[in-house]
């Protein structure tokens, strides 16, 4: 069971845009530790996508984007390529654990 | 550009230590703001963060995980370390090593990873 809370699975059609949410609570997100996203394709290890909520490191296509109200996130991506297909994974830091937290992790599928 | 490699046995027995080493090319491991963490990634599941290690050896643990752990940090070689005791088959992993980037108290984030290194306990 994971701190925070990712749907375990999102889909879309090629040029459509999807979100992955990530819930968390008062002792992480909601106390105003920032969010960071990573994005994992198939047997390889994690990326940063997205740090500090919503920006975008250099090379990360702005076709990807992130926001955070209250205790969640979300990743938005518009525009969906078949090259997106991959693991999509949220993090933060959590105080009552004192230590760094992953969403599960979201299988992201272009139709 | 900083690079960071795993490198370790890929087979350790159960109830035996686990230990890997991350090298870090491209920039110093000895950085005021930066740490250095362990994450690993049992098979066809998510991410668990193991603990992080400042250079001048102040360590974070996971507290599911604190009573096995050990992290150490070489700044001569540039390298850090990760000592997982008393493993069992749910140990068996990809572990990644990372820099953990802090820019604020509530704002830090792991860029780059290692490629990461499978370990498997069996006997």
């Known amino acids: 069971q994971s701190v925070l809370t990712q749907p375990p699975s999102v889909s879309g059609a090629p040029g459509q845009r999807v979100t992955i949410s990530c819930t968390g609570s008062s002792s992480n997100i909601g106390a105003t530790y920032d969010v960071h996203w990573y994005q994992q394709l198939p047997g390889t290890a994690p990326k940063l996508l997205i740090y500090g909520n919503s920006n975008r490191p250099s090379g990360v296509p702005d076709r990807f984007s992130g926001s955070k109200s209250g205790t969640s996130a979300s990743l938005a991506i518009t525009g969906l390529q078949a090259e997106d297909e991959a693991d999509y994974y949220c993090q933060s830091y959590d105080t009552s654990l004192s230590g760094w937290v992953f969403g599960g992790g979201t299988n992201l599928t272009v139709l | ?123």
């Not at chain 2, 795993?6 to 350790?12: A, F, K």
């Not at chain 2, 027995?13 to 930066?34: D, F, Y």
């Not at chain 2, 066809?44 to 752990?69: D, F, H, Q």
């Open chain 2, 1 to 123: 550009q900083l690079q960071l490699q795993e490198s370790g046995p890929g087979l350790v027995k159960p109830s035996e230590t686990l230990s890997l080493t991350c090298t870090v090319s491209g920039g110093s491991i000895s950085s005021n703001s930066h740490y250095w963490g362990w994450i690993r990634q049992p098979p066809a599941k998510g991410l668990e963060w193991i603990g992080s290690i400042y250079y001048r050896g102040n360590t974070y643990y996971n507290p599911s995980l604190k009573s096995r752990v050990t992290l150490s940090v070489d700044t001569s070689k540039n390298q850090f370390s990760l000592n997982l005791s008393s493993v069992t088959a749910a140990d068996t992993a990809v572990y990644y090593c990372a820099r953990l980037v802090v820019v604020t108290a509530t704002n830090n984030w792991f860029d780059p990873w290692g490629q990461g290194i499978l370990v498997t306990v069996s006997s």
